[in-house]
């Protein structure tokens, strides 16, 4: 049987397979920042040559920011026709000094809970999207074809805000219309439970600087009498929250969330997800966000305003007496349900103009977009396609989950292309993606391979 | 006469003093950052070559930290002994880019207020301490010798917290005392207008990082469950401060605290301090501290708790949606009447830590120092003398003021060498000192280096 020796050859080919993945991540393909523009650049170089290996027509194609890669193999047959997607720029590395090793130069490391893949973009995105790839090279060998048309399409924005991704998709919608988007790049709810994240949060960025005082400001002459920038952006940030509730206290902030429905509240109750060990992990003796919600409906169906980073004055070695001309503060908000993130925006920098003390000003910064939560069309049969095939790679029923994160791409495939997504992803929770020490385990990559095997034999059967 | 002389030798002299204290402010002798410790030392042996060129038995003094520059000219009389202090160290220069020249490559420049010497130490303290030597170097060049006994004592670390000072005073007791210490390190209240300092501020440092979860995490998954540290720092900032009054909310900061008497107000309200000129100047439309005092009495009178640094997080070009491990706070207090830093510091850690979320920490830097307010002897009758000189040479009455800044080694010369100081600065408010392009008026430097001249004759008269 096909499929059988498909999976056997992505087994005997799973050293191979780590090495391609580590050379790729060997690329510091940080997208939001410029100094490695040439670094993103090499990276979908490479990703071109990779599929070229495998027979796909690929193609670097430029945009204004950095480029997508695209590839194509097929004609349309009765199976379906799909676009996979995944992202081959990763998360900037600071604070550098709290890795083990350095984070493009990526080992195996055997740790308590087995063997992982360590190093920035092992798990978002480079190690995940290759979990395709690389059962698709499978595929191919054994058989020589794919068993359906594909489209392969690589954003390298998506750490940064995707700036690209929708002039692109609406020049090039003929090219890249398919049946059905297949994305990469979510975790399983629970080590070893396969999932298909049926939700997913949406984002809004913003970035503002308050302005005080014309120049620097030696405490001394000014302390007392002066308006400083950092305790007055201490306040506004503290005014974004109400401490009883846990919630945002911005004016409308919460127009267009909805509750979650009992019998899906049922469902992720059973799922396999464990609050306790997800808090703990990481140093919480509890949920801190709003009272009344648990752990995963916070993570999942709740929005939030969070501060990312806030910086202004003095922070070298030793003190100065200064009261600094500026302050400033980047923040992002998951959005959920039918959130307007344009509308929020407008009600954020009210609420911070509104906040303002006299000679207090605000400078906004106008390039960060936002995105819609979306849910997925899971009344389609691929879903159930699909999940027999996770479930029968992992022993273990697949789980239709929310997600806490945002992958904005899935709303612009519906909006622009008219497509449907299907996201699974072979994740954990303790990845580290976006912190020190990002790994990916080895288990989520080789069995992520051979789940893309069954799903495209179960997809095309 | 001999005074006459003197000043007709300082001002045939300006333009070479004026080029020796450039070669001075090209040291970048940034004390509070270990990477420029060697330009210290150098700043350091450029003072002993040039005390020795006047004949003065000067020496280089090693410390745990930066080293001490003492130097001894002239035999006991009846005239006064005394010692002069300054400081050679300089404060960092960032931020950088809102300089318009390098910062340690000064030039004399023309404004509209004058001109002006510009470049980082020009007035803090470089500055203002070579008007006391050029002064003595022209008496010596007149009089072949100084009309009294004078210890010099220039210390390396005055903008790093003086670590050394204490126990180099303490150390060396005997060789440094004298009958009055003499400090250059004030400015006048107002343009024109010679004033000694008879009460300064004390100080209190602190510097403490919030700790939350035990990696960064990503929002994504972390966000809304997930404790931030950077709206905790926000949270605890806020906190310092009753908005509706402008005090400190920290229990006990006000303990020793007293009003100003009646009289001394009176003064104060006469001696040309123009308000709306000092707020205006900087950006200020209203003084923003305590409620019910002026600016004046919020600089002089009244005690801060300030915020010199926040920073945590992400600051980097784009976006990057972390939830950060540690979130971090420079503040120093300005102390008046009878606080006691030691006191206070325990009152604000105490408050910081009653503030915390559960799950949340706190990190304390326990290498910062805190000094009390001093009120200066102005019973003694070398004040009245220097009274006298100081509006013989700017042609107006000097004028009592207090002082927002803090000077720690005036504390330290009372209780270690049992010694009074006056202190006579010529530094105007718009120096921006502490900022970008600070700058020195070439007035402040000619007349300061007459009014030292006057000052010791009228002291040995």
Redesign the interface.
């Known amino acids: 049987m096909s499929l059988d020796a498909v999976l056997s050859r992505i087994d005997s080919d799973l050293d191979a397979a780590t090495d391609r993945l580590m050379e790729f991540l060997r690329i510091p393909s940080i997208?939001?920042?410029?100094a490695y523009k040439a670094d993103v650049d090499r990276a979908a170089d490479w990703l071109v040559e990779d599929l070229r290996a495998i027979g796909i027509d690929a193609e670097k194609r430029p945009t204004s920011g950095h480029p997508m890669v695209v590839g194509h193999v097929g004609e349309d047959t009765d199976t379906p026709h799909v676009l996979f997607y995944g992202h081959y720029d990763v998360?900037?590395v600071?604070?550098l000094n709290?890795w083990t090793r350095d984070p493009f130069d990526p080992a195996i490391e055997n740790t308590e809970k087995g063997r992982v893949i360590r190093g920035r973009g092992a798990s978002d995105d480079k190690g995940q999207l290759m979990t395709f790839v690389e059962a698709c090279r499978a595929w191919k060998a054994v058989n020589g074809s794919l068993p359906c048309r594909i489209t392969f399409f690589f954003e390298g924005e998506e750490?940064?805000?995707s700036p690209s991704l929708v002039p692109f998709l609406e020049a090039n919608k003929d090219e890249l219309k398919a049946d059905l988007a297949l994305v990469c790049d979510t975790?399983m709810v629970a080590r070893g439970v396969p999932s298909i994240a049926s939700q997913l949060?949406g984002?809004l960025?913003d970035?503002f600087t308050i302005t005080?005082?014309?120049?620097?400001?030696?405490?001394?002459?000014?302390?007392?009498?002066?308006?400083?920038p950092?305790?007055e952006?201490?306040?506004i940030?503290?005014s974004?929250?109400d401490?009883e509730t846990g919630r945002v206290a911005v004016g409308g902030f919460y127009e267009g969330v909805h509750e979650v429905p009992e019998d899906q509240l049922r469902q992720w109750q059973t799922c396999g997800f464990d609050e306790k060990d997800?808090?703990s992990s990481?140093?919480?003796?509890?949920?801190?966000?709003?009272k009344g919600y648990s752990?995963l409906e916070?993570?999942w169906a709740?929005p939030?305003l969070?501060?990312?980073?806030?910086?202004?004055?003095?922070?070298?070695?030793?003190?100065?007496?200064?009261?600094?001309a500026e302050?400033?503060c980047?923040i992002?908000c998951?959005l959920v349900g039918d959130q307007d993130p344009d509308k929020l925006r407008d009600a954020i920098r009210a609420h911070v103009e509104a906040q303002l003390?006299?000679?207090a000003g605000v400078r906004w910064d106008n390039d960060?977009e936002g995105s819609r939560a979306s849910v997925m069309n899971i009344a389609r049969s691929e879903f159930e396609a699909a999940r027999g095939a996770l479930s029968d790679e992992w022993n273990r029923e697949a789980v239709f989950t929310g997600?806490?994160?945002?992958i904005p791409v899935v709303g612009f495939f519906r909006s622009v292309l008219g497509l449907d997504s299907m996201l699974v992803g072979f994740a954990n929770?303790d990845d580290?993606?976006?912190?020190?020490?990002e790994k990916y385990d080895v288990e989520s990559f080789h069995k992520g391979m051979r789940s893309w095997a069954r799903i495209l034999d179960a997809l095309t059967r």
Do not use: C
């Open positions: 997208s939001t920042d410029p998360q900037p600071d604070p709290l750490e940064s805000g975790s949060r984002m960025k970035e005080g005082p014309r120049i620097d400001l030696h405490s001394g002459h000014y302390g007392g009498p002066g308006l400083n950092l305790r952006l201490a306040r940030v503290t974004f929250y401490e997800y808090l990481v140093g919480y003796s509890k949920p801190h966000g709003e752990a916070q993570q709740r939030t969070e501060v990312n980073g806030l910086w202004g004055g003095y922070s070298g070695a030793g003190s100065k007496t200064v009261i600094p302050a400033h980047k992002t998951r003390s006299p000679d960060l997600m806490g994160g945002s929770e580290a993606i976006h912190s020190p020490n």
